[in-house]
């Protein structure tokens, strides 16, 4: 009687021990199990920032991107009008005549150009007192300037024009002025010897 109660006890000793360590592997799973749900609740917590940041990224750039997509389209397109007003001065040059800056560019003055009265006019007669008035006469027709100012354009754009032309041929600044001067009244000379010269220039 005495051993079958020894059984018992023993083996309701061991039935504990087992539940004790059920209970602790069943506890201890639902630590890993309630460890790893946090880690991953961290790791898409962690992975959603990154993604949030990257979009704000995304959309910075793209901000960025079209605000030079705007600026190259507007550059192109003050660039394209800047060759058409500079293809017009091309054609209003060629119409006007290619030949007077370069006449203007050595500056003759009528004090500097020969006598035409040194000719001998077949009109005149030999005697001295009547060949006098020959000078009065010559003197009196136009110096080799003043035909190619004649066949320049007038007005501001013509001035304009021929002023862009002697820049192009390396005039300085100074002869073109002094030929426009000479040749056409400007209101305003200097501002359109800034604009030609800027323009040239640049």
């Known amino acids: 009687m005495s051993a079958g109660r020894e059984k018992q006890s023993t083996a309701a000793a061991a039935g504990e021990r087992v539940r004790a360590v059920l209970e602790a592997a069943e506890q201890s799973a639902a630590d890993l199990r309630a460890d790893a749900a946090q880690e991953i609740e961290a790791q898409l917590a962690k992975a959603q920032a990154v993604a949030e940041r990257l979009s704000a990224r995304a959309d910075e750039i793209e901000r960025s991107l079209q605000t030079l997509a705007d600026s190259v389209r507007d550059e192109l397109s003050a660039l394209k009008a800047d060759l ?119």
């Open 84 to 202: 058409e007003e500079l293809r017009a001065v091309g054609e209003g040059m060629a119409a006007g005549g290619e030949e007077a800056p370069d006449a203007a560019a050595t500056q003759p003055t009528p004090a500097e150009e020969p006598e035409p009265a040194e000719e001998p006019e077949p009109a005149e007669k030999p005697e001295p007192a009547e060949a006098a008035p020959a000078p009065a006469e010559s003197a009196s027709e136009p110096s080799p300037a003043q035909p190619a100012s004649a066949e320049a354009p007038a007005g501001q754009e013509g001035a304009r024009v021929i002023a862009l032309n002697m820049a192009l041929n390396g005039s300085s600044r100074e002869e073109t002025a002094h030929y426009l001067s000479e040749n056409f009244e400007l209101d305003d000379p200097q501002a359109l010897l800034d604009e030609v010269y800027a323009r040239v220039s640049g």
